[in-house]
């Protein structure tokens, strides 16, 4: 069975940062790739950023430059820093498992219990 711990949430002014983390457990297999996501009310969840085991990284449009994802493999810990913060990037963050499929990243039904991130104007 596949666990994921997130930690790392919080509020936040905006130009602040943060640095989620999620640890990934159990039996995990061939899912080789982590990926954070993040929900707004209202809003469909939306792929924030994702990390290959190789070192690929994709980010959505909405957060390069301000977001960097990073993983330690050994520790099968995915992190996602999150500087220059705005208040819509506020949402519920869930840490992810899954793969890719050439360049892109293909999520699959494990996730993390969510971790509020909230960025004040």
């Known amino acids: 069975q596949v666990q994921l711990v997130e930690s790392g949430g919080g509020l936040v002014q905006a130009g602040g940062s943060l640095r989620l983390s999620c640890a990934a457990s159990g039996s995990i297999g061939s899912l080789n790739a982590m990926a954070w996501y993040r929900q707004a009310p209202g809003k469909q969840r939306e792929l924030v950023a994702a990390h290959s085991s190789g070192g690929t990284a994709n980010y959505a449009d909405s957060v390069k430059g301000r977001f960097t994802i990073s993983r330690d493999n050994a520790k099968n810990t995915v992190y996602l820093q999150m500087n220059s913060l705005k208040p819509e990037d506020t949402a519920v963050y869930y840490c992810?498992?899954?793969?890719?499929?050439?360049?892109?990243?293909?999520?699959?039904?494990?996730w993390g219990q969510g971790t509020q991130v909230t960025v004040s104007s």
């Open positions: 992810n498992l899954g793969v890719y499929w050439g360049a892109s990243y293909v999520s699959f039904d494990y």
